[in-house]
T-cell receptor
Framework: KAGVTQTPRYLIKTRGQQVTLSCSPI?????VSWYQQTPGQGLQFLFE???????NKGNFPGRFSGRQFSNSRSEMNVSTLELGDSALYLC???????????????FGQGTRLTVV | QQQVKQSPQSLIVQKGGISIINCAYE??????FPWYQQFPGKGPALLIA?????SEKKEGRFTISFNKSAKQFSLHIMDSQPGDSATYFC???????????FGTGTSLTVIP
């Protein structure tokens, strides 16, 4: 069974540009969450999508957005990039909603974004 | 505000020793507590997880101890090996969604 696939693995962008990251969850998983990981702030929740609907959102500015497609694949977009957006962006895949036995979250390898 | 507090920040253990990492929380709505292991350049990998109705869960050399009244849980790695050298994160999830709150991580080094 394939794991969570994130593309691209590495990105270098210039301040002011925008970027789109992609995540393909484990087959059959319908929930996709995005996290930002930095040395200073650790792992911080960005948002979660379930059945193409954003179900939960973390405390990030509106420059960070996402969407989910009917095949559960998800994309995350960051507009007007800032130097502080440099981070490892991780996608987590879960089977379903927060019900008993469906709570395991599996992470992809992440996309390393560097803003220069 | 850090919802899950993790300690220590770093840990050095001799091969064969026991590694212990502790986490504490306040939010009583948390109902699922996983531990993740992360190697450099990789995403976090689910190691072991526990629910608050269980006080201990063991999987191989890894054990979670859970104290619901104290709102604390810990990871014990028995017979620690150099290959266990990684960063470990505790996490907690509310019973209302799939958002995880992570601890700040513990860098474990196991000396041969």
């Amino acid at each position: 069974k394939a794991g969570v696939t994130q593309t691209p693995r590495y990105l270098i962008k210039t301040r002011g540009q925008q970027v789109t990251l992609s995540c393909s969850p484990i087959s059959g998983h319908r929930s996709v969450s995005w996290y930002q990981q930095t040395p200073g702030q650790g792992l911080q929740f960005l948002f979660e999508y379930f059945s193409e609907t954003q179900r939960n959102k973390g405390n990030f500015p509106g420059r960070f957005s996402g969407r989910q497609f009917s095949n559960s694949r998800s994309e995350m977009n960051v507009s007007t990039l800032e130097l502080g957006d440099s981070a490892l962006y991780l996608c987590a895949s879960s089977l379903a909603a927060a019900t008993w036995g469906n709570t395991e979250a599996f992470f992809g390898q992440g996309t390393r974004l560097t803003v220069v | 505000q850090q919802q899950v507090k993790q300690s220590p920040q770093s840990l050095i253990v001799q091969k064969g020793g026991i590694s212990i990492i502790n986490c504490a929380y306040e939010n009583t709505a948390f109902d699922y507590f996983p531990w993740y292991q992360q190697f450099p350049g990789k995403g976090p990998a689910l190691l072991i997880a526990i629910r608050p109705d269980v006080s201990e869960k063991k999987e191989g050399r890894f054990t979670i101890s859970f104290n619901k009244s104290a709102k604390q849980f810990s990871l014990h790695i028995m017979d620690s090996q150099p290959g266990d050298s990684a960063t470990y994160f505790c996490a907690a999830r509310e019973n209302t969604g799939n958002q995880f709150y992570f601890g700040t991580g513990t860098s474990l080094t196991v000396i041969p």
